[in-house]
């Protein structure tokens, strides 16, 4: 099944023919690189926000839903009628803000108490693999840690349920 990729153009994107998106996308018939935006990232999936699309135009969200035997039994018992992952390619021009996820059960809770902001109530487990070079700075320091150095702030008096309202 051929596939289109959809584009996602964040500020923080390399712009134009030098964005790995924009090179990527480059061969897709009908597409045009357009040398002041930027391509910060390519997703293949049926994400809500951003479905691929079939030769003929529809989407594949919405192929998925009229087709779910497409995605085969052991997936569709165990992940419903959707497809259990986004593939998504990144061409980073500047950085990035903060990219934290909840797992399954919080994401679950958070979409319930407030879809406006938490508009999925799926995880999202991330690979990253660099085809470019890239620099990523990885890991937090432990809540308890983090606590420690909110209580010895004389400038705050906030504490960790302020910063993490469905933290316990």
Same mark, same amino acid.
């Given at each position: 099944?051929?596939?289109?990729?959809?584009?996602?153009?964040?500020?923080?994107?390399?712009?134009?023919?030098?964005?790995?998106?924009?090179?990527?996308?480059?061969?897709?018939?009908?597409?045009?690189?357009?040398?002041?935006?930027?391509?910060?990232? &390519?997703?293949?999936?049926?994400?809500?926000?951003?479905?691929?699309?079939?030769?003929?135009?529809?989407?594949?969200?919405?192929?998925?839903?009229?087709?779910?035997?497409?995605?085969?039994?052991?997936?569709?018992?165990?992940?419903?009628?959707?497809?259990?992952?986004?593939?998504?390619?990144?061409?980073?021009?500047?950085? &990035?803000?903060?990219?934290?996820?909840?797992?399954?059960?919080?994401?679950?809770?958070?979409?319930?108490?407030?879809?406006?902001?938490?508009?999925?109530?799926?995880?999202?487990?991330?690979?990253?693999?660099?085809?470019?070079?890239?620099?990523?700075?990885?890991?937090?320091?432990?809540?308890?840690?983090?606590?420690?150095?909110?209580?010895?702030?004389?400038?705050?008096?906030?504490? &960790?349920?302020?910063?993490?309202?469905?933290?316990?």
């Amino acid at each position: 099944m051929l596939l289109t990729p959809t584009i996602k153009d964040y500020s923080w994107g390399r712009v134009g023919s030098s964005s790995m998106v924009a090179q990527l996308l480059s061969p897709v018939k009908g597409s045009t690189i357009s040398e002041d935006t930027p391509y910060a990232e &390519l997703w293949m999936g049926a994400h809500p926000s951003g479905s691929s699309t079939l030769p003929s135009g529809q989407s594949l969200l919405s192929y998925i839903t009229q087709h779910p035997d497409v995605l085969g039994y052991q997936v569709s018992q165990k992940f419903g009628n959707s497809l259990p992952f986004l593939f998504k390619v990144l061409s980073v021009e500047k950085a &990035l803000s903060i990219q934290a996820h909840p797992d399954k059960p919080l994401a679950e809770i958070l979409y319930n108490k407030d879809p406006l902001n938490y508009p999925d109530d799926n995880h999202k487990p991330e690979m990253a693999i660099a085809v470019t070079p890239f620099e990523v700075l990885c890991g937090f320091r432990s809540l308890d840690q983090i606590q420690k150095f909110i209580d010895g702030n004389t400038h705050s008096q906030d504490n &960790l349920e302020n910063f993490f309202p469905y933290y316990k």
